[in-house]
């Protein structure tokens, strides 16, 4: 009686291997594919809001790592930088 109940499970389960291997393959590559997606459109947002930092092209930018801004040396080349009310373009720039 056993017997006949444990083969009737095992070939169930064989029934059953295949279609679910196939699902958590492909439930696996959806996955990766989606956070890839996101991590890509993360990145992009994040360089986007990163070239808003005008910085390089002010007057009082130094291009010195100890001193990088002589008016506000504590948020040059940050995000706090992006709307500087001190910020003049440099004399060689042409904007």
Known sequence: MFFY??????QC???????MCFISAWGLILL??????LAVRT???VSTRLHQIPC?????????????CTVH???AL?????????FEVHPASNY
Request: glycine share 6%; proline share 4%.
């Open 5 to 10: 109940l444990w083969q009737m499970l095992h």
């Open 73 to 75: 040396p504590d948020t």
């Open 43 to 45: 990145g992009v947002s």
């Open 78 to 86: 940050s995000e706090r930088a992006i709307d500087c009310r001190d």
């Open 56 to 68: 390089a092209d002010c007057q009082f930018f130094t291009g010195d790592y100890r001193l990088k």
């Open 32 to 37: 990766m594919g989606w956070r890839l997606t």
């Open 13 to 19: 389960w064989q029934a059953l291997q295949v279609p």
